[in-house]
């Protein structure tokens, strides 16, 4: 959908989600696929900010991903 879509529509943004979160619910995932995982949606929430802005649903919903993806990881805010 990038290709066609480009990389700013909201089609484009849900795939990528899906995919993030595909990766974070599989159970044979690796860390590499949650480090993967947090990439991309580290990525499309870059990108809803712009051209959703901070406070519209979907990007709150990509937020919330990638805060779940991050404690997956380990990474919560203050930990070192």
Not at 45 to 56: F, Y
């Amino acid at each position: 959908s990038e290709r066609v879509l480009g990389p700013d529509h909201s089609f484009t943004f849900g795939l990528r989600q899906s995919y993030a979160r595909a990766l974070l619910h599989d159970p044979k995932a690796s860390r590499a696929d949650h480090v993967e995982a947090e990439t991309v949606l580290e990525g499309v929430l870059s990108r809803a900010r712009r051209v959703l802005g901070p406070s519209h649903p979907s990007t709150d919903d990509i937020s919330d991903d990638l805060k779940y993806a991050r404690a997956i990881l380990g990474k919560f805010p203050g930990a070192s």
